[in-house]
């Protein structure tokens, strides 16, 4: 029976990337992933020195914008095109940067396939044990609790979230950096801005010193104290 795996890559440096995930890879016949808007993949771009060279690659098309049918649409085509691969035999790798399982496009063809096909998780390094790591800033200790949330919520929620966390990761910063600035501000609280970590061009800085246009792999951070057992 053909087998889908959903293969977690890590944050960017083809160096975090799992044995496991490497030798998946480096073997498949059947490759795909997304790309946005017919440009390149990232996703593909961690994985390009381990491809087969006579792997056939299925590129499923995210149309940038924020309405969900036609994003709905591209992955049902996807899906679709994964199905008939493993229909015919093959087993068929999806690369996925991060993990697959943490807001990974992934879970999208999951929903589609996996009901019908033997399918196989390999979980990736995540971005947000990443910017961690790049920034020096140990998360959580003990009793402590970290929330992660998207930059996509309205204001109120955000704030309330962060004022009643130990830790916050926030996600998905992209646009709407100025209305987390404001937040913090607000909360008088420190923040990390960590941008593109464990690429070359990686940017880790202080909130108040981060640049004023964020891309989408962008994160902040925000702990409140290290722990007293710490010291």
Known sequence: MSVLYGIGLGPGDPELMTLKAH???????????????????????????VIAPNAREIRIDIPMTTAREPAQAAYDTGAADIAAALDAGDDVVVLCEGDPFFYG????????????????????????TTCAAVAG???????????????????????????????????????????IRQIIADL??????????????QIVLPLADAPENAPYFSMILITKGADPWLT
């Open 188 to 201: 008088a609280l420190t923040a990390t801005y960590i941008e593109r970590a464990s690429l070359p061009d």
């Open 105 to 128: 496009s992934f879970m999208y063809l999951f929903a589609r396939l996996s009901g019908r096909y033997q399918t196989v998780i390999v979980p990736g390094v995540t971005s947000l």
């Open 23 to 49: 030798r998946l890879i480096s073997a498949a016949k059947v490759v795909a992933y997304p790309t946005l808007a017919g440009g390149e993949s990232f996703a593909r771009s961690i994985a390009a020195g």
């Open 137 to 179: 800033l140990p998360l959580t200790a003990r009793n402590e609790t970290l929330t992660v949330l998207p930059a996509t919520l309205d204001a109120d929620t955000l704030r309330d979230r962060i004022a009643h966390s130990d830790a916050v990761a926030i996600m998905k910063v992209g646009r709407h950096l100025p209305k």
